[in-house]
């Protein structure tokens, strides 16, 4: 049956579309008991923005894309999760100098920010593996623990697969799932004793993270293997740090134990669901999820105060199949997570779209904010495929594909708005300052693949 409704006028549609690219509609209204528990539930926001969110009808299936945000909000005071952390160092002849002192500057500034109930233990590896302080809660071992940690000297090979599996063992001592069970992994150099392929050691990193622990890794240098570094952490939602310059070690330290004591939801689930007419194409940048028939499933490990993780779903939207309504629900969305209490939360939404007959009204409508961000998510998949080129030899056709990522970018920053115009700005840059690099030395590769990592695993405090 057509709506029987009068016209609306172009202000009022264009502030609808607002509207609903914002997510402010909801399936169902909210019972007064709703909004009582999500007053008392952890501070977790979830977000819903459509690039088009007012679609043309009759326009046929066009593509449409959704972003879904969850973010996690200021508190006041904190509840702060206790941790469980196995810093596992390479002290192998490479780290000689420099490279190790701050190493271990780095980790003794750690120990310093660590509450006394939390678990602390330190394992050196070279050609073997060393177990230098056992887990065992902080309690008045502080002094103990530094004058450990400068003990150390550099020897030896890189047995990094021995050094993180007697991580994970130290882990478990103590484990415990109220608890954030993460290892923090520094090499500066590929793995050359015992197993040593990425398949391998991606392998243990999943291996870990099914037992409910977590690797977080730091490349040190130009001399590690990026791609098993990488590997490593994204198997378990963790951090990868690339550092070209030892100086920067205790700051990324110190960036990653703040990101740890100021976590407010984990065990983080999201699920989407898509209606007849919806058709999902793909989750961008993130070459580990894909959709499955009319349905989707992510999950992320972490989520700290102040931070925002990002998902970015193109679909294929067929107006003819929503008949004659002037506004529809394109996917629905139900979050869960685990607050600092051990209690399961959930929020759902419902992502609205409306239709319009009048082209330059859906054309005017578009979120040039989004469009934008899912350029800067196309770009990370275009980067990992040039990367793929150089590491065949074909030098040629990676600087020529990274100079197509740059064009592209540089037509979407003409029409984006000025926040977005720096994000691309940025992913310019590192493009510019690598295209004659890529394929002849370390330094692009690594620059390269950490900004893929950054875009892929979107963890951002703007």
Not at 326 to 338: C, E, F, M, T, V
Request: aromatic share 4%.
């Amino acid at each position: 049956m057509k709506n029987q409704t009068n016209p609306l006028s172009l202000p009022v549609l264009l502030a609808a579309a607002l509207a609903i690219a914002g997510g402010a509609t909801r399936a169902v209204p909210p019972k007064s008991d709703d909004l009582a528990a999500e007053k008392t539930a952890a501070p977790v926001k979830l977000s819903t923005r459509l690039d088009r969110p007012l679609i043309h009808r009759p326009g046929g299936e066009q593509e449409v894309v959704i972003q879904i945000g969850v973010e996690g909000l200021r508190l006041e005071k904190p509840r702060r999760q206790p941790l469980n952390l196995a810093v596992v160092l390479d002290h192998s002849g490479s780290m000689t100098g420099r490279k190790l002192e701050q190493a271990k500057q780095a980790a003794q500034m750690l120990v310093d920010q660590l509450d006394r109930d939390d678990i602390f233990s330190l394992v050196i590896y070279d050609t073997e593996v060393e177990v230098v302080i056992p887990a065992q809660p902080v309690r008045d071992h502080r002094a103990d623990f530094k004058r450990r940690i400068e003990r150390v000297q550099p020897a030896g090979s890189t047995a990094l697969f021995a050094g993180v599996e007697t991580g994970g063992r130290q882990l478990a001592e103590f484990f415990d799932r109220e608890r954030v069970n993460r290892v923090i992994l520094l090499s500066d150099g590929l793995a050359n004793v015992g197993p040593k392929s990425n398949r391998e050691i991606a392998q243990l990193g999943r291996k870990l993270a099914d037992d409910g622990m977590s690797v977080s890794t730091i490349g040190l240098g130009d001399d590690y293997n990026e791609d098993l570094m990488t590997a490593l952490a994204e198997a378990s939602d963790a951090n990868y740090y690339y550092v070209a310059d030892v100086e920067e070690l205790p700051g990324v330290f110190e960036r990653e134990i703040g990101e740890l004591q100021a976590i407010v939801a984990r065990d983080i689930v999201i699920e989407i669901r898509f209606p007849d007419g919806v058709r999902p194409l793909s989750i961008l940048g993130r070459s580990g999820d894909s959709v499955e028939g009319q349905s989707a499933r992510l999950a992320f490990g972490t989520l700290s105060s102040e931070q925002n993780r990002e998902i970015l779903v193109s679909c294929a939207v067929d107006p003819a199949r929503f008949g004659d309504d002037r506004s529809a629900s394109l996917a629905g969305i139900d979050l869960a997570w685990k607050s600092a209490d051990g209690q399961t939360r959930n929020l759902s939404q419902a992502v609205m779209a409306g239709f319009t007959k009048d082209e330059k009204l859906a054309e005017k409508s578009r979120d040039l904010a989004v469009a934008t961000q899912a350029e800067i998510y196309r770009n990370a998949e275009a980067t990992e495929r040039a990367i793929a080129f150089a590491d065949a030899g074909k030098t040629e056709e990676a600087k020529a594909a990274i100079g197509g990522q740059i064009d592209r970018l540089r037509a979407a920053q003409s029409a984006a708005p000025a926040p977005q115009q720096e994000s691309l700005e940025r992913e310019i840059r590192v493009l510019e300052e690598n295209q004659d690099r890529i394929g002849e030395d370390k330094a692009s590769r690594k620059a390269l693949q950490w900004n893929v990592f950054t875009r892929k695993n979107s963890k951002s405090t703007d």
